[in-house]
């Protein structure tokens, strides 16, 4: 059988982890969004990021959105207005925004941990490691048990291709939030990167453990048994990795893989043909045809055996 190709064996992709919307609400419900003795002005612009608050629990970004920015405008030092603005934007995408939104939180309450944080984790995202791990590096001086920086001072680490510098980043991560399954799937990437096989097995199988719907955790797990030639095994991965994701078309083209190392042609050009298929729509041309040749020769041997099972019929 020819050599096959394996799509991004082992993912690089940055996963930058940021305060969720529960986050942000038990954040203002513990006080510390307004003090209770503020100016007429402040209270007025306390009660749009209260609006917001709300407007977010009911997935209402656009209008939480404008509901911070008035708070914003009432009280332009009021540090949670803005900070929940950089939430809000990033989870539209509007990263330049974001970070904006996060530093004037940071000119406003020149000690604010989570926006330090938050605004490296946008600046990594938007490809500016450097400035990220400044502004992380900070947070970690101010807070230094909040995990979520040393996560993504990880991220960072990790971008630079400082494998030992992410490895400790992480495991300090873990130390402050244990149940944080991003953590242990990245500590599995670098450990993938060290050729530390056993603990990158380790690493994602934790990962899976926190959270059993992690496509990608999953989707590693696999291709590591099948580079160890345990294909079963591999195949119940890719699996998993599918039904976390309908949509994850590599986990698609890797069970094809599987299938056909197997000599299971049928049921390889079933999840190829579904490879290939999400491939197109997500744009990815260049998988799409790869997993077309590959479904190419399925189809041809699952031609061939019939073929042959016929001619012994025959005989």
Same mark, same amino acid.
């Given at each position: =059988?020819?050599?096959?190709?394996?799509? $991004?064996?082992?993912?690089?992709?940055?996963?930058?982890?940021?305060?969720?919307?529960?986050?942000?609400?038990?954040?203002?419900? &513990?006080?510390?969004?307004?003090?209770?003795?503020?100016?007429?002005?402040?209270?007025?612009?306390?009660?749009?990021?209260?609006?917001?608050?709300?407007?977010?629990?009911?997935?209402?970004?656009? &209008?939480?959105?404008? #509901?911070?920015?008035?708070?914003?405008?009432?009280?332009?030092?009021?540090?949670?207005?803005?900070?929940?603005?950089?939430?809000?934007?990033? $989870?539209?995408?509007?990263?330049?925004?974001?970070?904006?939104?996060?530093?004037? !939180?940071?000119?406003?309450?020149?000690?604010?941990?989570?926006?330090?944080?938050?605004?490296?984790?946008?600046?990594?995202?938007?490809?500016?490691?450097?400035?990220?791990?400044?502004? +992380?590096?900070?947070?970690?001086?101010?807070?230094?048990?909040?995990?979520?920086?040393?996560?993504?001072?990880?991220?960072?680490? &990790?971008?630079?291709?400082?494998?030992?510098?992410?490895?400790?980043? %992480?495991?300090? #991560?873990?130390?402050?939030?244990?149940?944080?399954?991003?953590?242990?799937?990245?500590?599995?990437?670098? %450990?993938?990167?060290?050729?530390?096989? $056993?603990?990158?097995?380790?690493?994602?199988?934790?990962?899976?453990? +926190?959270?059993?719907?992690?496509?990608?955790?999953?989707?590693?797990?696999?291709?590591?048994?099948?580079?160890?030639?345990?294909?079963?095994?591999? +195949?119940?991965?890719?699996?998993?990795?599918?039904?976390?994701?309908?949509?994850? !078309?590599?986990?698609?083209?890797?069970?094809?893989?599987? %299938? =056909?190392? +197997?000599?299971? %042609?049928?049921?390889?050009?079933?999840?190829?043909?579904? #490879?290939?298929?999400?491939? !197109?729509?997500?744009?990815?041309?260049?998988? #799409?045809?790869?997993?077309?040749?590959?479904?190419?020769?399925?189809?041809?041997?699952?031609?061939?055996?019939?073929?042959?099972?016929?001619?012994?019929?025959?005989?």
């Amino acid at each position: =059988m020819s050599e096959f190709r394996f799509i $991004e064996l082992f993912s690089k992709k940055i996963v930058v982890l940021l305060i969720s919307a529960f986050t942000v609400i038990t954040f203002a419900k &513990e006080g510390l969004t307004i003090p209770d003795l503020a100016p007429a002005n402040s209270q007025t612009a306390a009660d749009w990021v209260n609006r917001g608050l709300k407007l977010i629990q009911q997935n209402q970004l656009k &209008e939480a959105i404008a #509901a911070f920015e008035t708070a914003t405008q009432l009280d332009p030092k009021l540090a949670p207005a803005h900070y929940n603005l950089g939430l809000a934007l990033r $989870e539209i995408g509007q990263l330049q925004p974001a970070a904006d939104a996060f530093y004037r !939180a940071i000119v406003a309450e020149p000690k604010f941990a989570l926006a330090y944080a938050n605004l490296g984790a946008v600046l990594l995202e938007g490809n500016n490691p450097q400035q990220a791990q400044e502004f +992380l590096q900070n947070a970690i001086e101010l807070e230094p048990n909040l995990g979520l920086a040393h996560y993504n001072l990880g991220l960072v680490k &990790e971008q630079q291709q400082d494998w030992q510098g992410a490895i400790a980043a %992480y495991n300090t #991560a873990l130390k402050y939030s244990p149940n944080l399954p991003e953590i242990t799937y990245h500590l599995g990437v670098v %450990y993938l990167q060290q050729n530390q096989i $056993e603990q990158a097995i380790a690493a994602f199988r934790e990962a899976i453990k +926190l959270k059993p719907n992690y496509a990608e955790a999953h989707y590693n797990l696999g291709a590591i048994l099948f580079g160890q030639g345990n294909f079963q095994p591999a +195949l119940e991965a890719f699996r998993q990795s599918a039904l976390a994701n309908r949509n994850y !078309a590599n986990a698609y083209y890797a069970a094809g893989l599987v %299938y =056909m190392h +197997l000599g299971q %042609y049928q049921n390889a050009q079933t999840v190829l043909q579904s #490879a290939k298929t999400l491939y !197109a729509s997500q744009g990815n041309s260049q998988w #799409a045809k790869i997993t077309a040749e590959l479904l190419q020769q399925a189809n041809s041997q699952t031609v061939e055996r019939k073929l042959h099972q016929r001619r012994s019929i025959k005989d």
